[in-house]
Structure formats: structure tokens, C-alpha cells
Nanobody, 114 residues
């Protein structure tokens, strides 16, 4: 069984930064894709960024140049560095790992407000 534990969310002022972490435990295939998604109130869940086990990345247009996804394969951990945060980044952020099987974290709240 695979478990994903997210951390690092919170309240930050516009222009501020946060770093999210997601640690995966259990039996995980080494070649996988780890990603961050978010869901804001009244909106559909959307992809924020994802990264393959060999380091290839994809970002949503809305976060390009502000967010950076990275991973530590030895620790089965994925990170999301979020800079220049905007109020529209407010959402619950979810971690996902997939290799045919699909696992999600419980979500962590990010609120950007003055």
C-alpha cells in the first residue's frame, strides 16, 4: 500500500513563498510520475506541475516562472517551490504519484491573502 504525506501549506501574503513537500511510502515502482494538483473553491482540480523519474517537467501556464517542481528519488519525495504567490493560487494542493497505479495525498491548504 502506498501512502502520500504532504506538508508545507499555510497562509502567506501576496508575493511570498512556500515550499510543499510530499513523501511517498510503500512499494513504489521506480519509474513513475509525481505531480502537484490543486483545487480552488468552485473550480475543477487542475494540474500545477509534474515530474518524471528522469526529471522531465511540465507546468501549468499560470505558474510558469514562479513555481519549481523537483524530486528526490532516493527519498521518494517531491517538492513544489512556490514563489511570487498570488491570491489566485489559493487552493488545496494535492500530491499524486502514478505508474499505472494512481495514488493521491490528502491535500494541504495554501492561502494567499493580505
Amino acid at each position: 500500500q502506498v501512502q502520500l504525506v504532504e506538508s508545507g501549506g499555510g497562509l502567506v501574503q501576496p508575493g511570498g513563498s512556500l515550499r510543499l513537500s510530499c513523501a511517498a511510502s510503500g512499494t513504489i515502482f521506480s519509474r513513475n510520475v509525481m505531480g502537484w494538483y490543486r483545487k480552488a473553491p468552485g473550480k475543477e482540480r487542475e494540474l500545477v506541475a509534474r515530474i518524471t523519474s528522469d526529471g522531465s517537467t511540465i507546468y501549468a501556464d499560470s505558474v510558469k516562472g514562479r513555481f519549481t517542481i523537483s524530486r528526490d528519488n532516493a527519498k521518494n519525495t517531491v517538492y513544489l517551490q512556490m514563489n511570487s504567490l498570488k491570491p489566485e493560487d489559493t487552493a488545496v494542493y494535492y500530491c499524486r504519484v502514478t505508474w499505472g497505479h494512481d495514488y493521491w495525498g490528502q491535500g494541504t491548504q495554501v492561502t494567499v491573502s493580505s
